[in-house]
């Protein structure tokens, strides 16, 4: 085999394309910022029922990814797997983007974005959201180090401390962003340890199902190859990812199950929740897990040379709605303030509540994943993150 | 919580850089960081709290909620899921018996309340004798109170905000909630929503200390029963239901 080589990606025609399309997208996020920061959050289908909405689903999207993305670099550097070696480069750098994307997003939608400074200035140590901004620049500084000593000629058992460290992070990290949900005691569709865990899992199925397709899109357009048994070694990977993603969520909704106080929400969500139901079973279980799954292990399927970047796209349409069922639906089932009684009132009490997004809110969910991955291409361009020839044949093999 | 603000040197360069601070400089100029004037004004050896006899509050009687919004200045743009409820009246069916009631229901000013414990930057905050408020100038409207209050006590601005009360000062893009009249508690007056209960001659709301031993709150307490809403989360809220 050849030695592996890292250079920049050349400047061709499709990376240009792809570039301003990113941009266009940036530019509506852009927009939508203004224009609710003129009018105010009236102009989003968020209300004081429903008070996260998309934005937050692309958001906790992108975070959670990002945890994920890092894996090739993790189980190169960390579990010493050697095939994995040529791709930890671009997996820490989708780290990175990946998470200034969603961080942008979420920030963007705050009600005052102009106070950024004082959440960065003043905290509250008891909040699950104040730990978080440290665990988040925290991950960007370590990620950062680790791409660094990767592309330095420094002995590897320093890429091995650095990943280690970078790999622990990770694991921090999508805890805090589970716990957001996970120790809210109010709502009956959260409150549960295994958020932690579950969004662990998440992490992982993601950010390997948007990490398969940045390496073969950015592959595609700067002309280099990828070899079949790489992304058929990675497919696998995900199929893994995605079945423990279905393993916690049956363990979750089995756990509420059993308990009568939570036999309300599960009925809304598993059976009378309306489109939630639907993408609950529809989107997040079949399309995003059960086919995904099929497409990687049922022999016939796994022969199709497209499966890893199908599965992956179906993880990632399933991974939305996940989120976006976590999230909303979550909010969206009226809390039981008065067990014993039938509540109604002008606030919604007792009521499912509504929730239609408007199009500012996917502009700048969209505009987020955009900032992600124009954040990427332009790392490949300017730095030697991607190598020349990823061939099955170039791939190292474990000693 | 109008407090000038006060920006050391050193919280300049913390707060990263004279270009950063320059593009928002509007925003500094309203910071207020912790210690406010309205913090000041509480009494550690008080606790406020209502104490609402569910039997006396007339099902149609909405005094309460109109006294509220004239003394804080939170009247609706006519959109209910988006419009601001500080105080709400709400109907129970008791689902076993079909007996119907109505009570009024707002921030419950717990001892341990979860949107204190959540929000990143302390803009909620519970002051020594019990109330619990929003520090207008440092809260960055992230919702994280709203997702927490067991009570569905909070509401975000979500609209520019004109024609304000004096009283509650409002910011679109922020979070809200009762204030138990702070503004009139410090001056020795009762909230509004009690003033206007007690005009009509219900009297379903009282008002007092609840570590004063002989204030009437506290002694009707003592004498009948009552309920804290959500009790299985053990937050002790200052507000309490008797007759539900």
Redesign the interface.
Known sequence: MERTIYREIPATGALWAVAALLIAFIAGAAASVIYVEH????ATGM???V??GIPHVFAIFLIVAASGALNGASIASVFGQAPYKPIARLSAVLAMSLLIGGLAVLVLD???????????????F?????WN?YLYTGFLAVVATYLAVQMSRVDYAYVRGVGTVAFLWRLALTTGTGS?FG?????PGYDAAIMAPLFIAMSFSFGLAVFILVLVTLFRISGRKVGGALCHRLGGLLGIFAATVLYFTAVQHLTALYAAKHAGFERFILLEGGHFTWMFWLLQVVVGGLIPIALIYVPRMRNNPAEPILASILVIIGGLAQIYVIVVGG?AYP?D??P??????????GEVA?YSPTLPEFALGLGGVALALLAVGLAAKILRILPTNLLDANLPAND | MSQPPKISRR?LL???GSA??LT?A???TL?A??GSEVQGAADAGKRWGLLIDVNKCAKDCTACITACQDENGWKG?G???????WI?????????TGHETAMP?MCQHCEKP?C???????ASFKRKDGIVLVDKH???????C???????A???????TNNQSVNAPR?????ESCTLCVHRVDKGQIPACVEACDATGNGAMIFGDLKDPESEISKRLAEFPSVA??GD?ELNPGVRYAEL
């Open positions: 009018h105010g959050h009236i209300n004081n029922q008070v996260w705050l009600g005052r974005p102009d106070r950024l400074l004082v959440a960065m200035t003043t905290y509250n008891s909040s699950i959201f104040a901004i957001i120790w809210l005691v109010a709502r909010q809390m303030i008065f014993g009684y039938e509540a109604s009132s002008s606030f919604f009490d509504r | 919280d913390k707060s990263g950063v601070t928002i509007s925003g500094v910071m960081f912790g743009h959109n209910r899921e988006t419009d601001a409820q709400r009246k709400v109907t129970l069916k008791n689902k076993a229901v979860p204190v414990d959540v929000c990143p930057t302390g440092i809260c960055i409207g992230c919702r994280y709203m997702m927490a209050c067991p009570f569905k909070r509401s975000f601005v979500h609209e520019p910011g679109q893009g922020t979070v809403l959500r989360l």
